[in-house]
């Protein structure tokens, strides 16, 4: 009786100690099954796989190849169009223009793996994006020009490098200022401005609301022209800077005015020394008189082109490209995360 109770008491010691022990030793186990995971070099990587459920504007380009290794060298990042392999894609993204008109549902009635991210995407200022209440609280990421988006894509960038071998400085030019323009509205901020400078100085317009397209192919050299250049976007938002500064007015050589963000966000994201603010000026009169001050004096104009020595553009147009930005940022994207209110975050 005594020995077995004895034995009893003993076993009974001995699961009390395992007891305590085993969270230690399960998490010492597992700490090392994670290093060794994290240091063993030959593991196999997983593989990502990235899909687009719809092309943006219905524009859609090849996929075959490795695109992100050919641009990016990532590997193991795969971006496909074929929605059948929604149930094993890792990252669904949904470009917002077609969703918000109906034209491309969401995959509702499918199950949603557990650890399947869904991006939102669009790189069109707050007021084009519509129909934002409905898509509360589904998506993880969000894709777009802003600096605070998850996967920030904007429509080009500043890198270090000198210009382009053959780029010219201040060529002579026959004209002071021109703008080009499609959707004309005369409420927009641009287009008061417009109407009020050119009262002051001759400004040439070109686009499809003048009636004087300009094909791809005379678009840069008809802006290179002239002195100054109209970068006023549509749209006041914030970082919204578009391919009219980027393209038309760096990339043609010219000197862009600018009406956008704030001054702080064009210091922030383009070249030093590069621009004028239409907010740098009390008045359009004031503006013009400056405009024809520096184009009188070449020393001051070149200074607005120095930057060339230093710096390039880099745009972006190719969607593979901007979506390919997703394998290269994928470690770092928040783990969790939910767009609960999608709509206060685009309009913010
Ligand atoms: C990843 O994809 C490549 C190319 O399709 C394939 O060769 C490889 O086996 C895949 N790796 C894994 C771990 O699935
Ligand atoms: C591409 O990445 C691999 C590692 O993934 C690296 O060894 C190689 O040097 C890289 N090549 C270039 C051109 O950066
Ligand atoms: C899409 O994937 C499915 C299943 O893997 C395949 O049967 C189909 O041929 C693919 N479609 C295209 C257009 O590649
Ligand atoms: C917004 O969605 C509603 C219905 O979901 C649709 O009738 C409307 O046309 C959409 N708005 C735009 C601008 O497409
Ligand atoms: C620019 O104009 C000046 C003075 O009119 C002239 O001397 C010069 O040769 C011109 N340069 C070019 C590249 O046409
Ligand atoms: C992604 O968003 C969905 C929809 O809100 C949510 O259920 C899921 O938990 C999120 N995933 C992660 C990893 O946070």
């Not at 005594?2 to 085993?22: I, N």
């Not at 719809?54 to 050919?70: A, N, T």
């Not at 496909?80 to 949904?94: I, L």
């Not at 008109?101 to 707050?126: D, T």
Request: proline content about 6%; aromatic content about 14%; charged content about 20%.
């Amino acid at each position: 009786m005594t020995t077995s109770g004895g034995r009893g008491f003993l076993l009974f010691l001995l699961l009390l100690l395992l007891s305590f022990l085993s969270p230690v030793l399960y998490y010492s186990f597992l700490d090392q099954k994670l290093s060794l995971q994290k240091y063993r070099p030959n593991a196999p990587q997983r593989n990502i796989s990235i899909l687009l459920w719809h092309w943006p504007f219905g524009r859609s380009y090849r996929l075959d190849g490795d695109k992100c290794q050919e641009m990016y060298n990532t590997s193991h990042c795969f971006l496909t169009d074929n929605t059948s392999d929604f149930s094993t894609a890792d990252v669904v993204v949904f470009h917002h223009y077609e969703l918000s008109r109906g034209l491309s549902p969401l995959p509702l009635h499918l199950v949603r793996p557990a650890s399947q991210r869904w991006v939102w995407l669009s790189l069109e200022p707050p007021v084009n994006n519509v129909n934002l209440t409905q898509l509360n609280g589904l998506f993880n990421w969000t894709m777009s020009y802003r600096r605070d988006a998850d996967i920030s894509i904007p429509y080009g960038k500043t890198i270090p490098g000198g210009a382009e071998p053959g780029f010219q400085f201040a060529p002579n030019r026959s004209c002071l200022v021109s703008w080009v323009v499609s959707k004309y509205r005369p409420q927009q901020a641009r287009a008061v401005v417009y109407q009020s400078l050119k009262k002051y100085i001759p400004i040439e317009v070109y686009g499809k609301w003048n009636k004087k397209p300009l094909s791809d192919n005379k678009l840069l050299p008809t802006i290179a022209n002239c002195l100054f250049y109209l970068a006023f976007e549509n749209s006041e938002s914030k970082d919204y800077i578009s391919e009219k500064l980027w393209r038309n007015a760096f990339q043609a050589g010219t000197v862009p005015v600018v009406l956008g963000p704030s001054r702080a966000t064009y210091e922030a994201l383009a070249p030093p020394n590069s621009f004028i603010h239409v907010a740098d000026f009390k008045s359009t009169a004031d503006m013009a008189a400056y405009l024809r001050r520096v184009a009188a004096d070449r020393q001051v104009y070149e200074k607005y082109l120095q930057w060339h020595h230093t710096h390039r553009i880099k745009t972006y147009t190719d969607w593979r490209e901007r979506l390919c930005q997703i394998c290269v940022k994928y470690h770092s994207l928040p783990v969790h995360r939910v767009y609960q209110d999608l709509e206060s975050w685009v309009m913010s």
